[in-house]
């Protein structure tokens, strides 16, 4: 008998160290303390990429461009249609 009411106690305070802890890392988790500095690169690197998006999209314009798949000077962003636009006496392909 004395056993189980050993057994009785420590399973009951293990319990409430446990409570204890999973509150303490419950107030943790909801508010940490940590200071992390911005790092400069991050913003560098979606400028980067976001300059590398724009190449490739007016590069897909100019080839259809090229081959005629919209009309010259309608499409935003390709970089032929707005050659045409700034100077219409400019020969455009047909």
């Given at each position: 008998?004395?056993?189980f009411k050993?057994?009785?106690?420590?399973?009951?305070?293990?319990?409430?160290?446990?409570?204890?802890?999973?509150?303490?890392?419950?107030?943790?988790?909801?508010?940490?303390?940590?200071?992390?500095?911005?790092?400069?690169?991050?913003?560098?690197?979606?400028?980067?990429?976001?300059?590398?998006?724009?190449?490739?999209?007016?590069?897909?314009?100019?080839?259809?461009?090229?081959?005629?798949?919209?009309?010259?000077?309608?499409?935003?962003?390709?970089?032929?249609c707005d050659?045409?636009?700034?100077?219409?006496?400019?020969?455009?392909?047909?």
């Amino acid at each position: 008998m004395r056993f189980f009411k050993c057994a009785a106690y420590v399973l009951f305070f293990l319990g409430v160290g446990n409570l204890a802890f999973n509150l303490y890392m419950f107030r943790e988790l909801r508010e940490p303390n940590t200071i992390v500095a911005p790092n400069p690169e991050i913003k560098m690197m979606h400028e980067y990429s976001t300059i590398r998006e724009t190449q490739i999209l007016q590069a897909i314009l100019m080839v259809h461009h090229d081959r005629g798949i919209h009309e010259a000077g309608k499409q935003n962003m390709c970089p032929l249609c707005d050659a045409h636009k700034t100077n219409p006496d400019m020969l455009v392909k047909e």
